[in-house]
Nanobody, 119 residues
């Protein structure tokens, strides 16, 4: 069973920065795609950023140029650096691990961490 443990959420004023971390308890972290998603009240969970095992990244249009996803395979950890935060970034943020199909597939989720941006 894969466990994902997040840290780094909290409150910040608009224009500020936060960094989220997500540590995974699995030996196949390095070959798994990792993603950050967020869910605001009344909205569906949506992809924020994703990084493959090979390091390729993609971002939601709303965060391009402001957020950076990265991973440290030696620490089994994925990060989300969030800069120039605005009130629209307020949401619960979740990290996701996607197991390669060749290893059985499956998706695992963290417990979620609240990010609140005030104007």
């Amino acid at each position: 069973q894969v466990q994902l443990v997040e840290s780094g959420g909290g409150w910040v004023q608009a224009g500020g920065s936060l960094r989220l971390s997500c540590a995974a308890s699995t030996s196949i972290f390095s070959i798994s795609a990792m993603g950050w998603y967020r869910q605001a009240p009344g909205e569906q969970r949506a992809l924020v950023a994703r990084i493959t095992g090979g390091g390729s990244t993609n971002y939601a249009d709303s965060v391009k140029g402001r957020f950076t996803i990265s991973r440290d395979n030696a620490k089994n950890t994925v990060y989300l650096q969030m800069n120039s935060l605005n009130v629209e970034d307020t949401a619960v943020y979740y990290c996701n691990l996607a197991v390669p199909l060749s290893w059985g597939g499956g998706n695992y989720w963290s417990q979620g961490t609240q990010v609140t941006v005030s104007s």
